[in-house]
């Protein structure tokens, strides 16, 4: 299963050929709109200027609204409390949480990396595979700022009103949940990922860029879907969470952009499905 690629919500490259659509839609309803843009959290270098439906959202909108609070998050005291909540606090460590057996792979792996297992052994297994996952980001070229903190530097610059659909302490509870899965899992189900991801940037990439979401749905979300309690806690919980707080958008005078990882708008569980059945016209940015 591809589980690590979802820490990120499919975390894909972008692509320089030119598409007709976008992930970024225009939600309508009874006069009033807002747009909803499809993010991948890390990129390289070289997937800038990003599509131009983004900076038309943006341009248009005097509001951003993210997945949380990415100023609290980001914050020396919102990070401080992030590494404290997913570091065992008993002394505890990976090895004595795992199986041997696994514990060998996650240490082989380490190894390769030329990485201590150390530094990723003193993590809670949800936060453990993220680590992991950032290291086969970053040995792609794929580590660099992705479209949420390109748009909220972009957004602090021009004085935007900025806020997220979860708070800090919601945000992290979502990484809490995962800490509660099988580590097993977890953690050897990232590991057996990483040999496959290189090969398989292609598709991620056309299918993020294109705002194709039923291939999307093919790649990741019914993989997902094989662990009901992580599908429901990466993504089902908190797009029905999210639902209300996008439905009152349609009331405000000034025109928001949200924006949230790309798997967040796919599937029958997904945000365009849900505000599709609310009466929302969608319309799908084209370049």
Request: net charge negative.
């Amino acid at each position: 299963m591809r589980l690590f690629t979802h820490f990120f919500c499919c975390t894909l490259l972008l692509i320089s050929s030119s598409v007709w659509a976008s992930s970024v839609w225009k939600v309508s309803k009874e006069g009033q709109h807002f747009y909803l843009a499809g993010t991948v959290h890390l990129l390289s270098k070289n997937d800038y200027p990003l599509p131009a439906p983004y900076d038309t959202a943006f341009e248009a909108s005097s509001e951003l609204l993210f997945e949380t609070d990415l100023n609290a998050l980001t914050s020396p005291a919102g990070l401080s409390k992030m590494m404290q909540q997913n570091t065992y606090s008993d002394g505890r460590t990976l090895e004595q949480v795992l199986s041997a057996e696994v514990y060998q792979q996650l240490k082989h792996y380490a190894t390769e990396r030329q990485m201590p297992v150390a530094a990723v052994s003193r993590f809670k297994p949800g936060f453990a595979a993220m680590m992991l996952a950032s290291v086969e980001m970053k040995r792609l070229g794929a580590a660099e700022t992705g479209v949420d903190m390109h748009y909220l530097q972009l957004g602090q610059q021009q004085g935007k009103k900025i806020s997220g659909l979860e708070t800090t302490d919601q945000h992290l509870a979502v990484l809490d949940g995962m800490n509660q899965l099988d580590a097993d899992v977890i953690i050897r189900s990232t590991l057996e990922d990483m040999p496959k991801v290189e090969g398989q940037l292609t598709d991620m990439k056309h299918a993020w860029r294109s705002g194709d979401t039923d291939k999307l749905e093919r790649l990741f979300v019914e993989d997902l879907q094989q662990v009901p309690q992580m599908y429901e806690i990466l993504l089902v919980n908190r797009n029905h969470a999210w639902m209300p707080m996008l439905q009152a958008l349609s009331g405000n005078e000034h025109t928001t952009m949200v924006l949230v990882g790309a798997l967040h708008l796919a599937g029958e569980d997904g945000l365009l499905k849900l505000l599709q059945q609310q009466g929302y016209t969608l319309t799908q940015l084209k370049e």
